[in-house]
């Protein structure tokens, strides 16, 4: 009797980055609202500094178009809108969900290594909080 090859897919490991090294397009981590909801940020890019080197702490972050009462997950944040991009540090993740939860496909039409330049805000640690929670009490 001849068995099936099955492919085995590893899930992915929650961490919580201290700096950009592990950091991947396509990560995602839960963006606490209330006490019964969430919103998701995801990594849109890392950013390349002057001497075209990855930059250790800033990238650009993505709030995606999701709120839930359960942690977000790849089916239900895959294809939704982003609705706001900000370059922003790495302890945003740290001071909103703390963790790296997955990671999802980029669907969004964005090179996966960009430089800073002004058409994009920056913000600070606990803005992308500030606008998951306007963006769910409309």
């Excluded at 950013?47 to 089916?75: H, I, Q």
């Amino acid at each position: 009797m001849q068995r099936s090859k099955q492919t085995f897919i590893p899930k992915m490991t929650s961490f919580s980055p201290k700096s950009t090294k592990y950091l991947q397009v396509g990560h995602f981590w839960m963006i606490p609202i209330d006490d019964r909801r969430c919103a998701c940020g995801v990594v849109l890019a890392l950013v390349k500094n002057g001497d075209g080197k990855l930059d250790s702490r800033s990238f650009l972050a993505g709030l995606v178009d999701w709120t839930g009462r359960t942690v977000p997950d790849e089916d239900s944040i895959q294809g939704r809108r982003i609705v706001v991009e900000r370059f922003t540090h790495i302890k945003t993740i740290q001071m909103s969900g703390g963790e790296v939860i997955g990671k999802v496909e980029p669907w969004w039409d964005r090179s996966s290594e960009i430089s800073k330049d002004d058409s994009i805000p920056s913000a600070g640690y606990n803005v992308l909080t500030i606008l998951a929670k306007k963006l769910a009490s409309t």
